[in-house]
């Protein structure tokens, strides 16, 4: 629960002079007097100012001069990105701290204060987790690995398992397993899906960097070093030894093969595949297609194919 004057403050403008409590983050549809929306357009204001909503956060680039006021709304820079922050004030942590009773913690893990460990996770030998993480049921994070703070892991997602390496013999074509012996590191603010798996590195450290969001059903393969902020949707797949530079966006099955780097702030578009060694690059640009190019070039591919 909130008054108007902590959510203005949450989102860093003036509060009006209203005496407002609320509880909740809500659709324009749903909203009642205990709730927080938000419009990005005319339209959606428009029909906010006609709910029940106790609280309106609407985008500074929709006021205009004679506009009728209305004591609801606060007026803020970005009103997604501000009903965000409000959600997850509200919301608070969602889970209590503590390990559950079914949870499986090595004697030698260290779990840091405000965490929560959730049913049937396991935490192995030496791992370090931080304050404030949120580890899911069934998580199962292996020795080693070490998590930053204010980590969220979603149920039966697995860090730090063994890398697919494997040396061959020449002679009989026998594989035989190369060394695995890294850990994995995974800095503050990170976001990890459901069923998602890292692996550790090999002789070194895979690495994944603050502030980063991983969806659901995500494979991340040993040595591998994603940068900062990164959103990698479901279903993609990195092979070992990649980079993926701060700010990148990656699509939904998304390939990426070994040894190959996506630039800082790259966007590759859904079922995009970067061959192995290759190296995708430009602040801002968007590649497509298999194997991944340039979107323009690859739009154009595609109305060459429709014409033959």
Known sequence: MATMSQVAGWAGVNAP????LVTEVSSIEAAKESSVIFATDAEA??????????VILASTKLAYAGQSLDPRVLWVADARYTFAVIAKKLAGTGVQSGVHALAVVNSSATIGA???????AVIGEN?????GCMIGARVTIYAGTVLGDHVVVQAGAVLGSTGFGYARNGETGEYLI?????????????EIGANTTIDRGALGETRIGRGTKIDNLVHIGHNCVI??????????????????????????????GEHATVGAGVILGGGAGVLSGKKMRGPGEVFWGRPARPLKEYLRDLARLKHR
Do not use: W
């Not at 204001?45 to 029940?52: D, I, P, T, Y």
């Open 227 to 256: 940068g900062k902020n990164v959103i990698i949707a479901a279903q993609t797949g990195i092979s070992g030894s990649s980079v993926v530079e701060d700010g990148a966006i990656l699509g939904g099955q998304v390939g990426i």
């Open 127 to 131: 791992a370090v987790i931080g304050s």
């Open 17 to 20: 002079p209203l005496e407002v």
């Open 45 to 54: 204001l428009n029909r906010a100012k006609r709910s029940n909503a106790g």
């Open 178 to 190: 190369f060394p695995q012996q890294g850990r994995l590191v995974v800095e503050d603010d990170v």
């Open 114 to 120: 405000g965490t929560a460990i959730g049913p049937g």
